[in-house]
């Protein structure tokens, strides 16, 4: 603020000085310093326009420079989102009572389930358990399953941050996962977990053929399972890393039919 006084004062002294001087000219010098400060003057004012011009061109192209940049980066984005939208797979995911006319091997093979051998039920008919149906022609890889029988938000909200299931293994809902290897395109499976009347939350978390990881929520509804997008995790879109899978833990469970 100092500074700035005493530019001003130092202006106004000289100013004053000026005025003073050109009070004490003649008419002749007081002519030709007029003549010379107005073309000072005129120059001055010239080469402030050529400065303002060129600035302005500068900022625009600058901007300009950033726009295209900003659309080439988003016509990128766009064509790897259409590359890995292209890979993903659509499945849909039910509960359904096994059928009790349905008593041949081929039908429970593809029934993966949590339960010990000493603890499958006698019977396994009219249980109800959840379905993948992979009615697309895309595979779906390493996928993992994981199911909560409580409607609290802690299963949606801590599982979305992990990368690994080993990080899950001293949480309770992570012996609710089931591992499956691969779920072929126009495969059906089935999934019996222990608890399997009372599934009330659902995550399923797997890999494309464009090995994108993503992480899909469903919950309970009139008895149905609902998808709810806004919950989902794309590691194309994700920065965080909540998307990320690690194999390294990775081991399919048993089926049905390797219990038996």
Request: charged content about 25%.
């Amino acid at each position: 603020m100092g500074i700035v006084r005493s530019i001003s004062f130092f202006g106004i002294v000289c100013i004053t000085y000026l005025l003073s001087l050109f009070a004490n000219l003649n008419s002749p010098d007081w002519d030709g310093w007029l003549g010379f400060f107005g073309s000072i003057f005129g120059s001055i004012i010239a080469i402030l326009g050529v400065y303002w011009q060129v600035s302005v061109q500068a900022k625009k192209a600058k901007e300009d420079a950033k726009q295209q940049q900003d659309l080439l980066r988003k016509q990128l984005n766009n064509e790897k989102e259409n590359q890995y939208r292209q890979a993903r797979p659509f499945f849909i995911v039910s509960k359904e009572l096994i059928d009790p006319q349905e008593r041949n091997k081929e039908s429970i093979s593809c029934i993966y389930s949590t339960f010990y051998r000493s603890e499958v039920p006698c019977s396994i008919l009219g249980l109800t358990h959840i379905v993948i149906n992979n009615v697309s022609k895309r595979d779906m890889y390493a996928v993992k399953v994981l199911v909560s029988t409580s409607t609290d938000d802690n299963f949606k909200q801590e599982f979305q941050k992990y990368s690994s299931a080993a990080a899950l293994k001293s949480d309770e809902f992570y012996k609710s996962c089931i591992s499956i290897d691969k779920i072929a395109a126009n495969e059906k499976v089935g999934l019996l977990f222990d608890h399997y009347n009372e599934i009330e939350q659902v995550w399923i978390w797997y890999i494309t053929e464009m090995r994108e990881s993503i992480k899909l929520y469903f919950e309970n509804e009139n008895g149905g399972l609902i998808y709810r997008p806004d919950e989902k995790r794309l590691e194309n879109q994700q920065k965080d890393g909540s998307a990320n899978y690690d194999l390294s833990d990775f081991e399919e469970t048993n089926r049905l039919s390797d219990e038996y």
